[in-house]
């Protein structure tokens, strides 16, 4: 899984990471001219958003923990007797 993180404290409002993104993971926000992710699922870890970015704010992470596996429970077949 994908994480993209734009530090809101740091973003000028640029829109350059909208512009470069292919998979459109970004939007401004109206309210605070500030870049946000809408769709972080689409992202192609291309990584443009984060080489292009001035104050260096985006940043993306791959989630590298493996999925929790759970066991099946097994239980061998019982044994069949043949009723002669």
């Not at 734009?6 to 909208?18: A, D, H, R, W």
């Not at 066991?71 to 044994?79: H, Q």
């Amino acid at each position: 899984m994908i994480a993209i993180d734009v530090n809101e404290q740091t973003c000028t409002g640029c829109q350059l990471c909208v512009i470069v993104c292919p998979s459109e993971c970004f939007a401004m926000e109206w309210k605070t001219n500030k870049a946000v992710v809408i769709d972080e699922v689409s992202c192609i870890m291309c990584m443009n958003c984060e080489d292009i970015c001035p104050p260096d704010c985006i940043h993306i992470a791959v989630d590298a923990t493996p999925p929790v596996v759970r066991p099946v429970p097994w239980e061998p077949r019982s044994s069949r007797r043949d009723s002669s």
